[in-house]
Every structure is written in C-alpha cells, then in structure tokens.
C-alpha cells in the first residue's frame, strides 16, 4: 500500500476547519474552527445532534465538498485537491442510502467493485466474507429497493467495504435502523476494524451508542464541545448525577419545577424519580416547597456528560425555560361520551390481514386517559397499520376499536375525528406557508372558524412560543421549532387523544426534552398520548409501552416490568434496548422451534 | 492497488457505470417508453393529425335570391372536396354560426349575383373569413377564390349552358403546391422527436442521481466526473438512435414519404443531432438537480422552441428578423433543414455540409459547457 505517511500518524487531522453555508435565515456556520485527530486502527464516534456539522465535516473529509477555511488531512491527503487519489483508499457512506434501488444487491456490488478497481479474480474472495457477515448472501440477486432498512444499511457498509478500505467514514449508518439491525450492524463494523485494523469514522445523534467507540468527538452548532475517550468524558460527570423523588408531585411535574432550580442542568422524569444533572458535585439545594425531597446518587449516561459539557459551555444563558404553563383547554375537560368510560382508546382482538399476509394479528390494549402510551417494534411489526386504523383511514379486517367509548367503525366516525391529533414523522407541515397560516390550515380543517379559530391560534402560538416566528415560513425554521410547529398544528383543534409517529427521531436532546416535557403536561391534562417509536431512550418517557412483532403484541407493561420481563443471570439490570432485543429474541426462537 | 492510474481502470470505470445505466433503462420502463413508444405517439397524432391541407371546411353559404346563377355555383361548391356548404336563409345567421364556430367561413352571393356574372363583374359575391385562426382563414379563402375563379372560367368555357363539373381536385395554391404537406412535416416532426426524446431522456438521469441521493456514494468512489458523463452518454445515444430507426422507418413505411438520399448521410447527421440533444440534457439536469424541474426546463428550452421556430411548421422566412436571428441558435433548425433536404431532395452537399457542421459545433459547445459546470462536489 502506497500511503504516503508515516506508521504512527493518525488516520486523520483536521485543524481549524471552517465551513458556512448561505440560507435566507443568514449565514450559517456549519463548522466553525473543528479540528480534532483520529488515532489508525480506531473507531471514532462523531456524536452531536441534527445540525451539529457531522454530515458537513464527513463530506469535506471524503473530498466532496471543499472547506471554506483550515485543513484536513486523512491518509496523508488533502482531501480538497488530492480528492481523486484519497478516494481510491477510502470508503464512505453516505446518510441518505446512496445505493441504486433499482440494481439487485449483487449489481450494486460490482458496481463498487469496477469502481475502485477491484480484480474481477479476486471479487469473490473479497465478497465472501463482506456477504457472510452482512448475511445477504440469500439475497444477492434481490433489487437493493426491497430490502429492509437495517438491510439497506449493511448493504452500503458491504459496498463501501467492498476494495478493503483503511479508511471507513460512515454518516449516521443507523438512524431509522430497528434495534436488531443496529446491534448487527455495530458487530460488522466492530468485528472490521478489530479484524482488519480499519480506521472508522461514525457519525451518530444517538447518545447511547458512544460507549461502543474509542473516542468520541462530539460536535455541537459546528463546534467541538469534547474529545476523548468516552469512559473518560464520562468520569466527568460522574457525581453529579442524582435522582429526585420528593413525595406528592410526580415525576411528571416535578421534573419541569426541578429544571427552574440554579444549579440543575438538566432534569428527566422517568417513571417515579427524575433524573437531575448539578452543575456541582452534591445535590443542589432544593427550594422550600419541595419538603421530603430524597436524592441518591447515580451512575452516569453518556447523554449526562454532553449535556453537562453544553451547560458548562452555555452557562444559565442558554438554557430555555419552556415550562408550559395554561392552555385554554386545560380547564374545559371534555366530557366523557357515554359518560365514566376511563380509557381512550380500546382495541380488542384487531386484526388486518394484507391478502394472506397478516399486518395486524389480532392485538388487544388500551390507553388509559391522560396516559403516555409507547408502541414499539422492530419495521413491519404493524405499529403504522395500527395507527391507520386508529385514524380511520384504513378499516380493520375483524375486532373492536373504541375511542372515548365509542366505536370507530360505527356510526359517527367523523365526530371522532376531532377527537384526534396527528403528528406524523415528516411533520407534515406546508413548508412555503408561514407558522401561522399552517396552523390557520389545520383548525379550519377541523371547521373552525371567526373568532374561535382566532384565539385559539393565538393561544396556542403563546403556549409554543411561536408568536417571534408567526410570519416566517415553516420550512425555514430551525428543526426543534419546526418540531414544535408540528406538534401545535396536531393540538390545535384540540383533541383529546394524540398520536405521535416518531416524532423526535434524530432530533437533538434539547429539543427532545422540551418536546417531552410538553408531552407531560399534556398528559397531566388529561390528554391520552399514543406514540411509536424507535428510541429507545424516549420509550422511556411513557407510563406503558407496547412491544409489537410481526403484528402481534409481544409484551405489555410498564417500562420497569418490561426490564423486569428480560433480566437474566448474564444481565442483571438490562436496558430498555437490551430488554427489547431480549423479547425479540426470544419470540424468534419460540417461531423457529418446531412444533 | 497503487496510485497511479491505468488506462484499463479507466475502461473499467466507464463500462461498469454504462453497465449499470443500462440495467436502470431495462427497468425502469419510462426511459423505454420515452425513447420508443413517445417517437410511434407523435408520429401517428402528427402524421394523421396534422395536415396543412384544408378539407371539408364547413362553409356556410347565404344567397340572397335564389337564381340559377347562384344554384349552379353552390351546387359546385358541394363538390368540392374542400368545402363542405351549409345553406343559411340570411347574412346574419350566417354570422351567428360564424361567431359560434360552426363554419370556419360565409360565401354570401348577392342580389345581384346573376346579373355580376352576366356582366362579368365579381363584385356580387362576398367571403367573410373567420381570421381568429389566421393559418385556416388563409386557406380557406384562398381556396374560395380559386374555386370562383374556376367557376367562371368554366362557365365562360361552355358559353351559358350551366352544365357544371365538379371542380378540379388539383387546386393548391397555398402552401407547397406539388407535393403533399405529410411528406414535408414527417422529416421535420422526426427532427422535433429527437430533440424531445435527446433531451428529456438525459435531463433526468443526472437529475434522478442528485435526487436519490446516490450521486453523493458514487462521487466518493475514484470515479471522475467525465467518466460518469460518459458513462451516461453513451447508453442514451444508442437508446435515442433506435428511437431515431423506429421514427424513419415508420415515416416510410405508414406515411410514405421518399427517402432520396442515402441511410448513411441520414445516419450520421442523426448522430450529430443526437450528440446536440443529449448534451443539452446533460446540461440541463446538471444545473437543475430536480427531476421535475429537469423535465420541465426540457420541454420549455428545447421541444417547444424546435417544434415552433425550427421551421418545421411555421416557414422561417415569414418571422420577425428578431426571432429569425433566434432561430439560428436552435439546433432543431439545422436538422430540420437536412432531414428534409434528405428526405425530399436527396444528399445535397450545399445544404447538408454546413448544418452538419453547425451541429458539431453546437455539441462541442454543449460538452464544453458540462465539463465546466460539472464538478465533483456536494454544493
């Protein structure tokens, strides 16, 4: 290999590095004076929320976008003129799946192979290994667009693994990717640089993932907030984590009084206790009102350590105190139909079948009123069918689905209609219309109209805190208010149950946990919340979670029972993933084993 | 691996990506469609559509008092295969179907019209055109006329005696009077087809990539922006010269129209405009990234512009001189010109020499352009 550089230079230097863009909104700054190294033969984790700059700095890295300013180095290249030569010892993968859906998996192997020169000799010694570890092997000649998203995925690793790369930069590989797929894919990848000694850049939003890389660096608004080993970044904020149970409030409301108190950085109710951050190393002092509050210490997360590094960076003055407070239905709590029911939505033995495939296999749940319910599931486990009939658009094949007690499938459907708020992933937002005439949209949808329509829209753009973006456009706002925007427009007629369709998948924990802390109180208000998702730290939010495969309901319960249901000798105090992966599991092998 | 490239890499990298446009052709049937079944479409609603002949124009006819004279000359008109007379009782309801387009014009013979004739005047007959389609109002009074003049030629022939023959079917006095106009606009709409098909197959497929986002992997391969220029070029070329095979060969097979001059020239003249057309597409989805965009930029800058300005319906010569001179930056024009100069004339050096050359010029520019606008780069 004819890599001109020495053995102990790192893999890759960048220093200074400077990059802006021009939007309507101003210039952005994209990356503003990176510079950081990865060590050879390492994974390095590129950790930051949306927006940070990851996607910017990997594409600069890769020799596809020319930085405005500072330099970088990888393999001793430039990858701003030396662009061509870098690339025949590189192999990136970009966010958006840039495979051709239309080549089979095979097609889209030999491209890459031809591409990077790789003798036709030698392919299927170098195929070999890349197809048994992606387990695609059955599915060569398969077109690229009908695979899975977590297939998806390994096949763009499988690609860009393809001529034997030093070099790996991977932007997001598993954003939208199910549990399973990801903890396959993190062995891949884990298993190609401790066999092969392949250097591998990885971006990712999702905070958990970092103990499984060397070295983190994480990226925020264009800058680097850390660097380091991740145990260590987590040394840091060892000691300053604690939970808070004060008798009397619930977590639910006591965790947006807690985040008011100086000192606390960050607070996060879950289940009973909330989760708090101290800027200092003992518990802060807890206001008068707050009699019998009991804290304890507590093993840190990796999202604790950023978290505290952001406040130690912002101080106080970043810090937003969104703690919503009145919203005129509040009070107006809507009357029961036929009066007493307790839970919102019931579903008793649901099914709908496809053909003879089988979307939804008889499911029974409810959701209590004012409960956050969570439904969870790898793709295709029927989460998307079960909201399409809960929404009336699609109607069940057989069982029951009673809203606020009344049936869905009866007479009044439309009346329940309003019942309802939708958020959906893509927001579903008219991008060119400005933050208030989105939301006009939506309520005269739902038949408001005059003087109504227009408190209410005033109303609700005070509760979000929307009124300085009133006359922008919504496609110019920055994600967290788009988010927010969403979320307004789904409340605005002022439903009485909520259906979330992941709504914060790859948002950034700020935002996440303001968007939760609204979530909250809405529940507190009697709102019933039904949420997907494929977060699993954001599961963690919901009073009861559903565990959903292969349309039927795998598990039920708390979050708690759900860990409880996966504890084993081998993992005492599993995570809400490794419990999730567990009962995946175990359903599999209960499938295959012969009757 | 080492760092110096060879040529047979080079080769591989081209063939691996014109193999995989290929695939993409195969399946994905809206480039078949567009090389292929879009030339047959065009070619049966133009070739049986258009006509820039006019028949059976429906007339109406208002004859104030009922002669001889005037009977004789209607009963002419009826068979005639341009005209088909509707008789109405007077001038203005004439008018009104005028007005509701039930007749394209009004034949309006006089009180006088016995006597006009009998003295050899002519001023007992009016012709009002409806001049809101100005291509049609021209035909059809020109052919009035030429049927009136006949008429009294005829008549003055055979003395008085009213014995009248129909009128003869070779009245052309409008547009290109010895041959039929299908044979005139077949070389032409070929021309027009091939901008179309040139254009929009390859405005999309550079556009499709920035879209998908698959441009951004294969930029970081060793690929080179030429190679991936290449790569594209040559599957659609091949792609629009069958398109080309199947619109010649449907010209002389379903409309008839004569090829004097030689497959050969014919051949490589299409490989010239194509090249032109493709580049054009090229360029286009290289600035625009979007298909939709691409697909639309296609059809407003290179297919309507051929279809009006080229010649190919509407005679050059009668244009304003500012839209003369923009004429001259159309491709389709020159094409037009040797398409019709092989199809109807034959290999007429003069002509077909210094479009020929045009086109090169204009792909050579085309191709300058892309090298220069593409770059290897996100943004």
């Known amino acids: 290999m004819a890599v001109a550089e020495q053995k102990n230079s790192p893999a890759i230097s960048v220093s200074h590095l400077v990059r802006t863009f021009r939007s309507p909104r101003g210039i952005i700054r994209a990356l503003d004076d990176v510079s950081f190294t990865v060590p050879k033969g390492t994974i390095t984790g590129l950790i930051g929320p949306d927006g940070a700059g990851k996607t910017t700095l990997l594409r600069i890295l890769a020799g596809i976008m020319a ?15 030396q662009g061509p030569k870098l690339q025949r010892h ?20 030999d491209l890459h192979a031809d591409l990077h020169g790789v003798p036709v ?26 695979l899975s998203g977590g297939m998806k995925q390994k096949l763009g690793v499988a690609c860009s ?28 990848l884990t298993t190609q640089v401790r066999n092969q000694g392949t250097t591998l850049l990885v971006s990712t939003a999702y905070m958990d993932e970092a103990s499984r890389f060397d070295r983190v660096v994480i990226l925020y608004n264009g800058h680097v907030l850390g660097e380091g080993n991740p145990s260590d970044l987590m040394s840091n904020v060892r000691g300053h984590v604690f939970w808070v149970n004060v008798p009397d409030i619930a977590a639910r ?35 008068e009102d707050m009699k019998g509050a009991r804290t304890k210490s507590l093993d840190p997360r990796f999202e604790d350590a950023f978290m505290l590094l952001l406040g130690q960076e912002q101080g106080s003055k970043g810090r937003r105190s969104f703690s919503p407070e009145r919203l005129g239905w509040q009070n107006k709590k809507r009357g029961l139909l036929d009066g007493g029911v307790e839970d919102s939505i019931v579903i008793r033995d649901l099914t709908r079948n496809f053909g003879s495939f089988c979307a939804v296999d008889h499911l029974t749940f409810s959701v209590r009123r004012g409960e956050i319910f969570g439904l969870l599931g790898a793709n295709g486990a029927g989460k998307t069918t079960t909201f399409r009939m809960l929404s009336g658009l699609l109607l069940p094949t057989s069982g029951e689905l009673r809203i606020d007690g009344q049936d869905v499938l009866g007479a009044g459907v439309s009346n329940l209609r309003s019942r309802l708020g939708y958020m959906s992933q ?59 925007l969403a979320l307004a427009a789904s409340l605005a007629h002022e439903p009485s149950i909520l259906l979330l369709d992941e709504p914060t998948s790859g948002v950034d924990p700020l935002a996440r946990r303001e968007f939760w802390r609204t979530i909250s109180q809405l529940s507190l208000w009697g709102i019933s919340v039904l949420v997907t998702t494929h977060f699993m730290t954001e599961a963690e939010y919901c009073d009861r979670l559903a565990i959903m495969s292969l349309g039927r309901l795998l598990a039920l319960g708390s979050p708690s029972e759900i860990r409880a249901r996966a504890r084993t000798e081998a993992c005492p105090n599993p995570s809400l993933e490794e419990a999730f992966i567990a009962l995946l599991e175990q359903e599999n092998r209960a499938r295959d084993a012969p009757l | 691996m080492n760092d110096n490239e060879t040529l047979q890499e080079k080769l591989t990298r081209i063939s691996a990506m014109v193999k995989k446009e290929t695939i993409q052709i195969f399946r994905d049937p809206s480039s078949l469609a567009i090389a292929i079944v879009l030339p047959v479409f065009l070619l049966l609603i133009f070739g049986y559509g258009v006509s820039l002949d006019a028949r059976h124009v429906p007339i109406a006819v208002v004859a104030d008092s009922r002669t001889s004279a005037s009977e004789g000359f209607v009963a002419g008109l009826r068979q005639s295969p341009w005209f088909v007379p509707r008789s109405y009782p007077n001038i203005h309801e004439a008018i009104g179907a005028l007005k509701r387009k039930d007749v394209d014009g009004i034949l309006w013979l006089r009180e006088d019209f016995g006597r006009s004739i009998q003295s050899f005047r002519t001023q007992g007959v009016d012709v009002v055109v409806n001049g809101v389609d100005d291509n049609t109002a021209r035909l059809v009074e020109g052919y009035l006329t030429n049927t009136w003049a006949t008429w009294i030629g005829l008549r003055n022939l055979r003395g008085r005696t009213l014995t009248f023959q129909p009128v003869s079917l070779d009245v052309r006095i409008w547009f290109n009077p010895n041959s039929r106009s299908r044979d005139f606009l077949v070389p032409g709409l070929i021309a027009v087809i091939m901008t179309l098909i040139g254009a929009l197959l390859t405005s999309m497929v550079i556009a499709r990539e920035w879209e998908r986002g698959t441009l951004e992997s294969l930029f970081s391969t060793p690929v080179t922006i030429g190679e991936i220029l290449i790569g594209k070029f040559i599957p659609y070329f091949i792609l629009g010269m069958i398109g080309m095979g199947v619109s010649v060969t449907m010209g002389r097979v379903l409309f008839a129209v004569p090829l004097r001059g030689t497959l050969l020239v014919l051949l490589i003249c299409s490989a010239l405009f194509l090249t032109t057309a493709l580049g054009m597409g090229l360029v286009i989805s290289t600035i625009s990234k979007n ?35 923009i004429t001259h930056l159309i491709p389709a024009s020159y094409f037009v010109t040797i398409l019709q100069s092989v199809f109807l004339a034959g290999n007429i050096p003069g002509i077909i020499i210094p479009n020929a050359i045009t086109l090169f010029l204009f792909s050579v520019f085309l191709f300058g352009v892309l090298i220069r606008i593409s770059r290897k780069r996100i943004l």
């Not at chain 1, 599915?139 to 690229?144: E, V």
């Not at chain 1, 932007?171 to 990717?177: A, F, I, L, Q, W």
């Not at chain 1, 927001?427 to 329509?453: C, D, E, H, I, P």
């Open chain 1, 426 to 484: 893509k927001f579903s937002l008219y991008s060119q219309l400005t933050v208030t005439q989105n939301l006009t949209f939506f309520t005269s949808a739902y038949g408001m109209t005059g003087k109504r329509q227009r408190d209410r829209i005033a109303e609700i753009e005070e509760f979000f805190e929307l009124v300085p973006y009133r006359h922008e456009s919504a496609g110019l706002l920055p994600l967290g208010f788009r988010q927010r």
């Open chain 2, 291 to 325: 298909q939709f965009v691409a697909g639309q930029i296609a059809i407003v800058f290179t297919f309507l512009p051929a279809f009006i300005l080229s010649g190919f319906i509407f005679d050059i010569h009668s244009m304003p001189l500012f839209i003369r001179v």
């Open chain 1, 161 to 188: 693994l393809v001529h034997a790369p030093p070099l790996l930069l991977l932007d997001e590989p598993t954003v939208g990717v199910d549990p399973v797929s990801r903890r396959d894919l993190w062995e891949i």
């Open chain 1, 90 to 109: 590189i192999g990136y993968m970009p966010q958006k799946f840039g495979l051709y859906e239309d080549l089979t998996v095979g097609e889209n192997l």
């Open chain 1, 67 to 81: 930085p405005d300013g500072g330099k970088a180095e990888i393999l001793g290249f430039d990858p701003e003129t």
């Open chain 1, 253 to 287: 409301r006591l965790e947006p009084l807690l985040s008011q108190v100086p000192g606390v950085i960050d607070a996060v109710g879950e289940a009973e206790e909330v989760r708090i951050v101290s800027e200092g190393t003992s518990p802060p002092s807890l206001p």
């Open chain 1, 121 to 146: 000799e030698r392919r299927s010694e170098f195929y070999a290994p890349l197809l048994a570890m992606t387990a695609l092997s059955p599915f060569r000649s398969r077109l690229a667009g009908n």
